[in-house]
C-alpha cells in the first residue's frame, strides 16, 4: 500500500435540504466508503461503509426535512414525519425508562452527573443533577448578549460516557446566529446514514426551528461532521437501488 492510499479522504458534500442531503451521502459513500469489519460497538462482527471523516452542509434544511421514496419504489422509508414529531419530544424533554442510561433531551436540558458512592460496603451510583438547561441557556444568551459570540455550545457528551456499551454517537451542538439567522454546527462520533441520519437531522432541524423563533431571527443552515458516518451491511443493497446503483460491487 502506496503512502498516499494511507491518507484519510475527507469528502464534502453541499444540499439544498435534507432529502437532498440523504441521497447525496448514500450516494458519496458507495463510491468513496470503507469497508471494515466491526470489532466493537452496534453489529460487532459484521462489515460497516464509513466514511473517513465527512462534512454535510445544508442550506434549506426546513424546506424537505424527510426522504422523498421514489413513486410505487418498494423500499421502505427510514423515517416519517410522525416518527420526528416524536423524536422532537425525546429531544426537548429529560424522560428516559428504567432501560435507558441517557437520552439527548436529558443531556440538553435536565444533565445528570453520575456519583459513585458506598452505602454498608456496597457501592451504589446515584444522579447529581447539574442545573442546566442548555437550550435555555443558549437562547438566554442570544437575547440578553448579542450574537457575537462563540460559546453558544450545547454538549451531550461526558467524560465518562466512555465506559458506557452504548455511548452516545452525537455529542455536540454548536450554534451561531449569523446574517440574521440561527444555524446549528453538529459533530457526530458515529452516524448511521440509512436510518439515524434522516430522523437525527429532522428532529434537530425541528429543534433548531424552535430556538430560532425565541431568539427572534430567521432559521438557518445545518453543518454536520462525522468520522463515524456509516452504512450497516443490511442497508447496502437498499442504499444501491435508492440511489440507481444497483451494479456496483461493494468489495469486503
Not at 442550506?59 to 423524536?87: C, L, R, V, W
Not at 457528551?157 to 465506559?163: E, V
Request: negative net charge; charged residues 25%; glycine residues 6%.
Amino acid at each position: 500500500m502506496s503512502e498516499k492510499q494511507r491518507e484519510l479522504k475527507p469528502v464534502y458534500i453541499e444540499a439544498f435540504d435534507l432529502d437532498d442531503a440523504w441521497f447525496k451521502s448514500l450516494s458519496e459513500i458507495l463510491e468513496r466508503g470503507h469497508v471494515y469489519k466491526i470489532d466493537r460497538g452496534s453489529y460487532a462482527g459484521q462489515h460497516r461503509l464509513e466514511f473517513d471523516f465527512v462534512t454535510v452542509r445544508v442550506k434549506n434544511p426546513a424546506h424537505q426535512i424527510i426522504p422523498i421514496m421514489p413513486e410505487g419504489s418498494a423500499i421502505p422509508a427510514p423515517t416519517d414525519m410522525n416518527y420526528i414529531q416524536q423524536y422532537l419530544q425525546y429531544l426537548l424533554t429529560s424522560c428516559k425508562t428504567e432501560t435507558e442510561n441517557y437520552t439527548y433531551g436529558e443531556r440538553l436540558v435536565d444533565p445528570k452527573a453520575k456519583i459513585e458512592t458506598e452505602v454498608d460496603g456496597k457501592k451504589m451510583v446515584k444522579d447529581m443533577p447539574l442545573q442546566c438547561n442548555q437550550i435555555e441557556e443558549v437562547i438566554k444568551m442570544y437575547k440578553t448578549e448579542g450574537f457575537g459570540t462563540n460559546q453558544a455550545i450545547m454538549e451531550i457528551g461526558m467524560p465518562s460516557d466512555i465506559k458506557l456499551h452504548d455511548p452516545p454517537c452525537l455529542r455536540l451542538i454548536d450554534t451561531r446566529v449569523r446574517y440574521g439567522k440561527l444555524h446549528f454546527i453538529l459533530y457526530f462520533r458515529s452516524w448511521d446514514l440509512w436510518g439515524g441520519f434522516p430522523s437525527n437531522l429532522g428532529g434537530l432541524e425541528l429543534v433548531k426551528q424552535h430556538m430560532a423563533d425565541e431568539i427572534g431571527v430567521e432559521n438557518g443552515e445545518i453543518i454536520a461532521c462525522s468520522k463515524g458516518l456509516h452504512l450497516y451491511e443490511y442497508a447496502w443493497e437498499l442504499a444501491k437501488q435508492r440511489t440507481h446503483k444497483n451494479d456496483l460491487e461493494i468489495k469486503v
